[in-house]
């Protein structure tokens, strides 16, 4: 019932900074549900690893909880009335290298765990060089 889209990956130098974007849609928000009713979360996974929690937040944007990894340098966001969850990533790291994934639940807040998650997207790939 909810398709998402990420974007914003790419290329980026030890200590620079990358924006993500996951743009949600479907028939939901107008039939069944508004995307303020959505709980979001943000993945990642390298290869070779398992798919790890990085940020989630509320569905009314009240309440964020990171990774210990990421606590101090990323940010997670969200603009309901266009339908799309950010991560703004500052400070990167080498080990900040992998594919990321954002997900959707409907839910006013969730867990850290993947399978609390029933929407996915295709995941976009982030890059960090020394």
Known sequence: QVQLVESGGG???????????????????????MFSDYAMGWFRQAPGKEREFVARISGSGGATYYADSVKGRFIISRDNAKNTVYLQMNSLKSEDTAVYYCAA???????????????????TQVTVSS
Request: charge should be neutral.
């Open 105 to 123: 639940v409907r839910s006013y807040s969730s867990g850290s765990s993947p399978s609390e998650y029933d929407y996915w997207g295709q995941g």
């Open 11 to 33: 290329l980026v130098q030890a200590g620079g900074s990358l924006r993500l974007s996951c743009a949600a849609s479907g028939r939901t928000f107008t039939d069944h549900a």
